[in-house]
């Protein structure tokens, strides 16, 4: 018995022993925590997308409209059905030649080209025109093909296709989708209500920056909107030139209206781009605020109306040569913020 627990014994001081080697290596510690037998990679990926498009608008238009390619206004209902009314041929023309002869035009008898001096040679008329002197002109139309099948097109130019076709599209550029009831995120304050500055304020600035007050009241009645009205979201009021006198607006809807996606994407990553300067008329102000950015529908501008309000138009505009442009400002107690152009009632657009 006593032979059988020394055997024991000294198996089980030779195994603790290597445990004591093993963990005397106390630098492996900083590399590798205590108990993980393997080093294995963490399953997290962070995919961020910087390309020029994250400058574009989040909040447009998605929805997929069907139409007559030969008659745009006309809408359809199944994409490659037949539509009736005149249809070309997509690529294939006619081209018909005209060649016309006439007298040169003149003043004098030296704008002849055949005048030679004296009596002889060409002579300018009394009807403005050349004795002897004519010029030919070769005038080209090119005019499409018109078609009623794909076989029109194609016997004449092969694989070419008539465009009376029903076709889907997207709206490019112009959106009119704002709903108050939805929830538009960005750098305004949802629920906050923002007014501009006008020209006659103490601000040093002109009448298209303007300071937030989240405990605005929004005007009742107003040119386009106001709280009574069935867009309650946006009071714009015009002088009888067109120009803009007032413009007070949703925190939300000015989210819709100017966000892009870089505005989304570094809000949620740092809380936005930060900006503590502005310069104007050759003066600098601390706005210690954030900014955001758009280039409108890839540098034009991008057409927003608001349901119910057809005469009134907002274009967001794009980038300038000097970059992209600064659309807003924003700072937690204090915001001010560039209009995006605006235009009223008949069309006068006003903006920076």
């Known amino acids: ?19 004591i080697a093993g963990a005397a290596a106390m630098n492996d510690y900083c590399v590798t925590p205590p108990y993980i037998g393997a080093a294995i990679e963490p399953n997290l990926l962070l995919y961020i997308d910087n390309s020029a498009s994250m400058y574009d608008l989040t909040y447009t238009d998605p929805t997929t409209y069907n139409y007559c390619a030969n008659n745009p206004g006309t809408p359809c209902s199944t994409v490659g059905a037949t539509c009736s009314g005149t249809a070309y041929c997509l690529a294939t023309s006619t081209t018909t030649t005209t060649t016309t002869t006439s007298s040169v035009s003149c003043k004098k008898d030296s704008d002849c080209p055949l005048f030679v001096g004296g009596d002889m040679g060409d002579k300018c008329k009394n009807t403005g025109q050349c004795t002897k002197s004519t ?102 009021n015009t002088d009888s030139t067109g120009m803009i006198t007032l413009f007070v607006a949703s925190g939300k809807f000015l989210n819709w209206l100017t966000m892009s996606k870089f505005d989304i994407e570094k809000k949620i990553l740092t809380g936005g781009k930060y900006d503590n300067q502005a310069t104007s008329n050759g003066m600098t102000y601390n706005l210690d605020g954030l900014v955001a950015e758009t280039r409108g529908c890839s540098g034009r501008k ?26 807003t400002t924003l700072k937690p107690s204090r915001t001010w913020w560039k209009a995006p152009r605006t235009c009223g009632g008949n069309s006068r657009e006003s903006g920076s």
């Open 302 to 327: 991008f057409i927003k109306t608001v349901p119910g309000i057809p005469d009134l138009t907002f274009a967001i505009r794009g980038g300038t040569t000097s970059g992209i442009d600064k659309v």
């Open 135 to 236: 010029t030919t002109v070769t005038t080209s139309v090119t005019s499409p093909v018109l078609c009623t099948t794909d076989a029109d097109c194609s016997a004449i130019n092969p694989g070419d296709t008539c465009n009376n076709r029903c076709v889907s599209t997207t709206h490019s550029c112009f959106d009119n989708t704002y709903n108050d009831a939805g929830s538009y995120d960005g750098l305004f304050v949802q629920t906050g209500t923002y007014v501009y500055l006008d020209s006659n304020s103490s601000w040093p600035w002109n009448n298209f920056y303007g300071e937030p007050t989240y405990y605005a009241v929004m005007p009742s009645t107003c040119t386009y909107g106001g709280s009574a009205s069935t867009t309650p979201y946006i009071c714009v």
């Open 1 to 19: 018995m006593k032979i059988k627990i020394t055997v024991g014994l000294c198996i089980l001081l030779f195994s603790f022993g290597l445990q």
